[in-house]
């Protein structure tokens, strides 16, 4: 059975950084790809960033140059470190692998 299972989401200022942590299990963790999305509220999930199994990455425009994703395969754990945060960064970020998709964790960042 495969689980997603995010933390580390909270209330920052703008300006401020935040990181999110999703550990996996049930799936083959070093061989697979891994992704951070976003939704707000009647909105579509949109992409934040993804990281291949040999580390390439690949990030949103909106988020480039302020977030950073990272896995570390000893722990089945896909991170993604937000920096320099923006209230249009509020939303339910989620985790995904494949079709899978973690619970969410909220971030909200205050103007």
């Known amino acids: 059975q495969v689980q997603l299972v995010e933390s580390g989401g909270g209330l920052v200022q703008a300006g401020g950084s935040l990181a999110l942590s999703c550990t996996a299990s049930g799936i083959i963790f070093r061989i697979s790809g891994m992704g951070w999305y976003r939704q707000a509220p009647g909105k579509q999930r949109e992409l934040v960033a993804t990281?291949?199994?040999?580390?390439?990455?690949n990030y949103a425009d909106s988020v480039k140059g302020r977030f950073t994703i990272s896995r570390d395969n000893t722990k089945n754990t896909v991170y993604l470190r937000m920096n320099n945060l923006v209230p249009e960064d509020t939303d339910v970020y989620f985790c995904k692998h494949q079709y899978y998709w973690g619970q969410g964790t909220q971030v909200t960042v205050s103007s």
């Open positions: 990281i291949t199994s040999g580390g390439s990455t």
